[in-house]
C-alpha cells in the first residue's frame, strides 16, 4: 500500500532523533526479560509521541492506523551481561552490562517509525503495529510477546538487525534472504560418570576424561559423516570440566555445548544422534552417561512473498546498490524465528560497521559500535516494507 510520504526523507529528517534515543538507551543497557529502566523510557517517549501503549511486563506494543490490515514492526530492546570497553561518551551507566548487539539501535529505529506516523495516523491506508520485544539473547522473549497476545489480528511481520552479521554485506548494505535465514539455536548438557581414582593407576579407577574427549571429537562427524555436505550443521562443545589435580582421575567429566541447524529434520537428528553418540561411548569404556536437550529457539525462515516484497521495498528506499541478496544463511540464533512460524514477514540485516573510523569489532564484542548515520535506513526500510507486506494475499483485512 501507498504511504502518502517518502519514507527516506522522512527517515533522514527523524534522524538525529533516533541517534539521541540510541545513546539514551545505550547509557542503560539492561538484559533477559525484565528490562525496567528500558521499558520506562520506551514507554515515556511513545507516550510524548501521542502514542498509546501496551505493556505485558517488559514487552511494549503501539499501534497507529485506523484501516485495513495490520503489519508488525519489531524491535528487541536488551543488552548483554558484556562489561563496555568502548570509552563512548554515551557508555553504558551499568557496569557489567552493554547494548553490544545494537538492540539499542532497533528499538530507537522503531521510535523513529512511531515519530514518522504520530502525526498522521489518520491518513496510513494500513495499520502499524510497533512491537518492543525484551529477551531476545536467549530469554525466549519473543514467546512472551505472543502470549500476551500482541502478535493477534497481525498479517505480516518485518525486523531487522543491525551490526556485522553476514560476511556478504558490505557498509552500509541491507541483506535479505528468502528461505532459512539462521540457525536453530539448541543447546545441550551431559556428564560421563565414572569412578575416580590415583594418577598412576587408571586400571583401578573408571576414567571419564578419554570418553568425554571422544564425544567431543566424534561429535564433529555427525556434520562431516551423517549429514549432507549441503546441509549445514555447527556442533559446538564450549564448555567441559573434569578434574582438578595432576594426579587425581575424577569421577566425572560434564561438558555443554550448542547445535546450529537449518532444518527441522536435521534440528532432530542431531538431538538423536548426541544422545546416541554419547550413549554409545560410556557403554564402551563402561560408564553412565546423563544427556540434556536444553532445546533453544527455531531456524528463522523468512517466507518468499514477504522477502521479495521487503527487498523490493529496500531497492526503492535506498537504491540497488544499497541491497543484496544473500546467498548463506548465517548459524547465529533469533527469536524472531518464533514470529515467522505464525505469520509471514521478513528479517534482515543492515551491515552497521565504519571501519574506516575503527568501528570494526563484531556483534558481542566489548568495543561493539555502530555508524549511527546508517540507522535511518532501518527507520526507512523496515516502513517501506510494511506498506509493501499489507499488500501480501491474506493480508486484506477488514475494518475494525
Ligand atoms: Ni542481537
Same mark, same amino acid.
Given at each position: ?54 505493556? *505485558? ?326 516502513? *517501506? ?16
Amino acid at each position: 500500500m501507498k504511504l502518502p510520504f517518502d519514507c527516506a526523507d522522512e527517515a533522514a529528517r527523524v534522524l538525529p532523533r533516533v541517534v539521541q534515543w540510541r545513546r539514551a538507551l545505550h547509557r542503560i543497557p539492561e538484559a533477559g526479560l525484565d528490562l525496567p529502566l528500558t521499558t520506562d523510557y520506551l514507554e515515556r517517549e511513545l507516550r510524548a509521541l501521542g502514542l498509546s501503549t501496551a505493556r *505485558a511486563g517488559s514487552a511494549l506494543a503501539a499501534e497507529l492506523g485506523f484501516r485495513g490490515p495490520t503489519v508488525a514492526i519489531r524491535a528487541d530492546t536488551d543488552a548483554l551481561p558484556v562489561a563496555e570497553e568502548t570509552g563512548l561518551e554515551f557508555a553504558s551507566g551499568r557496569p557489567g552490562f552493554m547494548h553490544a548487539c545494537g538492540h539499542d539501535a532497533h528499538a530507537a529505529a522503531l521510535l523513529g517509525v512511531a515519530a514518522i506516523l504520530a502525526g498522521r495516523r489518520s491518513e496510513l491506508p494500513f495499520r502499524v503495529r510497533l512491537i518492543f520485544q525484551p529477551g531476545e539473547e536467549g530469554f525466549f522473549g519473543a514467546r512472551d510477546v505472543i502470549a500476551a497476545g500482541f502478535l493477534d489480528d497481525v498479517a505480516a511481520i518485518v525486523g531487522a538487525h543491525v551490526g556485522d552479521l553476514s560476511e556478504e554485506l558490505a557498509p552500509g548494505q541491507a541483506g535479505f534472504l528468502a528461505g532459512p535465514m539462521m540457525a536453530a539455536s539448541d543447546r545441550f548438557e551431559g556428564r560421563f560418570v565414572g569412578s575416580g581414582g590415583h594418577g598412576s593407576a587408571p586400571h583401578r579407577a573408571r576414567d571419564p576424561i578419554p570418553a568425554l574427549a571422544r564425544f567431543i571429537l566424534d561429535s564433529q562427524e555427525i556434520a562431516a559423516r551423517e549429514l549432507a555436505a549441503t546441509d549445514s550443521c555447527v556442533v559446538s562443545v564450549c564448555s567441559v570440566s573434569a578434574g582438578e589435580a595432576h594426579n587425581v582421575i575424577p569421577g566425572v567429566a560434564s561438558f555443554r555445548g550448542t547445535a546450529r541447524t537449518l532444518r527441522p529434520d536435521s534440528r532432530a537428528f542431531v538431538e538423536r544422534r548426541l544422545s546416541e553418540l554419547g550413549k554409545g561411548i560410556a557403554a564402551a569404556h563402561g560408564l553412565e552417561f546423563e544427556w540434556h536437550w536444553l532445546g533453544g529457539y527455531p531456524p528463522l525462515v523468512n517466507e518468499v512473498r514477504a522477502t521479495r516484497a521487503a527487498m523490493e521495498a529496500a531497492r526503492e528506499t535506498l537504491g540497488p546498490d544499497k541491497v543484496v541478496e544473500l546467498r548463506y544463511p548465517i548459524m547465529g540464533g533469533e527469536d524472531f524465528a518464533y514470529y515467522l512460524e505464525r505469520v509471514p514477514g521478513c528479517f534482515w540485516f543492515l551491515d552497521t560497521q565504519a571501519p574506516e573510523r575503527g568501528i570494526d569489532k563484531p556483534n558481542h564484542n566489548p568495543r561493539f559500535d555502530l555508524d549511527e548515520s546508517l540507522l535511518g535506513r532501518v527507520v526507512a526500510v523496515n516502513l *517501506a516494507a510494511a506498506a509493501r507486506l499489507a499488500d501480501l494475499p491474506g493480508g486484506s483485512g477488514t475494518d475494525r
